[in-house]
């Protein structure tokens, strides 16, 4: 598994890379494997103000559905179109064209908040 040093997590399974005040966010490799084979994503709250721990969207996988926590309150900005046709970029590539959505950070010392890589293996007790 694969855990980038550079991002942020939650209890979750999200991740957080910040770019300025926009932060990229989806799920961790940990989830998308737990999850298995990912057939959609529905985020419905593009330019939407959404709170820290509040839904922001699902997942769906072939046999399960899941609930998406935003892991800092920001804006909702944009929706990766990408996974409207290729949802399954999320399992092949969690970190990178995987993202999920991105939303502009008014705090960004929140972020502060969240578990580094090495918190996160730990809350995996891997």
């Not at 300025?20 to 989830?31: K, L, M, P, V």
């Not at 820290?52 to 969207?57: R, T």
């Not at 502009?104 to 502060?112: G, I, K, R, T």
């Amino acid at each position: 598994m694969n855990f980038p040093s550079e991002l942020k997590y939650t209890a979750e399974h999200e991740w957080v890379r910040l770019e300025g005040n926009i932060a990229y966010i989806g799920i961790t490799d940990f989830a998308q494997g737990e999850l298995g084979d990912i057939v959609y994503v529905d985020v419905t709250t593009l330019e939407e103000e959404v709170a820290a721990g509040a839904v922001f969207g699902t997942i769906e996988a072939v046999k399960t559905v899941s609930d998406l926590y935003m892991p800092i309150a920001g804006k909702v900005v944009e929706v990766n179109a990408g996974l409207e046709d290729n949802p399954e970029i999320v399992n092949s590539d969690p970190y990178g064209e995987g993202w999920i959505i991105k939303a502009e950070v008014e705090d960004l010392s929140s972020v502060a908040a969240l578990m580094d890589a090495a918190a996160y293996q730990a809350h995996l007790n891997l």
